[in-house]
């Protein structure tokens, strides 16, 4: 794989991490704040610094498991939660991730992946989400054509590749993106469709 382990390890090791916003990005805190079940189990995948999940316990949520490849992030969140009840901290590849979750937080994670791993991140949600089991979160929909990530996709392409396993219940333009990320990316919900 051209971004391993061993890239998004040195990516964060270097301090060479655009994308990190350094707290919870207002999309992803709106999902989270219409969430009334504070039992659902939720993974964080290609979750790297996970703001989001120190939202998720300062907000009562006790199944949170966040996911990584790369070590020096999750180390630097076990810093930050100093041994906090409800939350997993779990250095894996996704692709190889096993578990049941009914809620899958998706945000900067789909485009880290080259796109010949759409597909296999598709089914891969489909597989650890339970029964009506969703994904949240957002996606970036800007041209780009560089060799290295972000990957963005198109609307078109994303109801394409989410159709086959999911309803799409928002694939919309994000209005409360943060502000570099104003009109580039899409919020979304979909639901499994089995
Ligand atoms: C662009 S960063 C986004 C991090 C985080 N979601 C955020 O918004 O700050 C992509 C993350 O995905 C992780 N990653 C890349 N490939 C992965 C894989 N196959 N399995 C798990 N994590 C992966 C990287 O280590 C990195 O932390």
Redesign the pocket.
């Known amino acids: 794989?051209k971004?391993?382990?061993n890239y998004?390890?040195k990516?964060?090791v270097d301090h060479i991490?655009g994308?990190?916003?350094g707290r919870a990005?207002k999309p992803l805190k709106s999902i989270v704040d219409k969430i009334e079940n504070k039992e659902l189990h939720i993974l964080?995948?290609?979750?790297?610094?996970?703001?989001e999940a120190e939202y998720l316990i300062e907000k009562g949520f006790s199944n949170i498991t966040v996911?990584?490849?790369?070590l020096q992030?999750l180390l630097q969140l076990k810093e930050r939660l100093k041994n906090t009840d409800g939350i997993a901290i779990v250095q894996?590849?996704?692709?190889k991730?096993e578990g049941s979750y009914d809620l899958i937080l998706e945000?900067?994670?789909f485009?880290?992946?080259e796109s010949r791993?759409r597909e296999s991140y598709i089914n891969k949600c489909h597989e650890l989400l339970k029964k009506n089991g969703c994904i949240e979160g957002v996606l970036f929909d800007f041209e780009s054509k560089t060799n290295e990530?972000?990957y963005p996709a198109t609307k078109k392409e994303y109801t394409n590749l989410f159709q086959k396993k999911f309803d799409i219940i928002n694939l919309d333009r994000c209005l409360i993106s943060e502000e570099a990320r104003q009109g580039k990316e899409l919020i979304i919900k979909m639901k499994k469709n089995d």
């Open positions: 794989m971004h391993d382990q998004w390890q990516r964060y991490t994308w990190d916003l990005s964080i995948p290609g979750a790297g610094n996970a703001y996911l990584d490849i790369a992030p894996n590849d996704f692709f991730h945000q900067t994670f485009c880290a992946l791993f990530p972000p």
